[in-house]
């Protein structure tokens, strides 16, 4: 009897990086909360998933994403494959 191989296909996390309008703002230490500290996270580590960057932050998945979200909307992030 022949067992067939399963493919596990690995969920991929979304990606999130800033942008050199971010990098602008983030290097100028101007703001402050918590869009601000998530800028000073991609400044740093660079290319991250919005799971690692809420847990950097201290905050759930959903705040996560609204604070990825808030980012891309000002241009100051960009998502990434």
Do not use: C
Request: no cysteine.
């Amino acid at each position: 009897m022949r067992i067939p191989l399963i493919r596990t296909i690995e969920k991929r996390e979304p990606m999130i990086a800033i942008t050199p309008m971010g990098q602008q703002k983030a290097e100028s230490f101007q703001g402050g909360g918590l869009e601000f500290r998530a800028l000073a996270v991609l400044h740093d580590e660079g290319p991250t998933s919005i799971k690692d960057l809420g847990n950097r932050l201290g905050v759930d998945d959903t705040k996560a994403r609204l604070v990825a979200r808030e980012l891309i909307s000002k241009r100051w992030a960009n998502t990434v494959d």
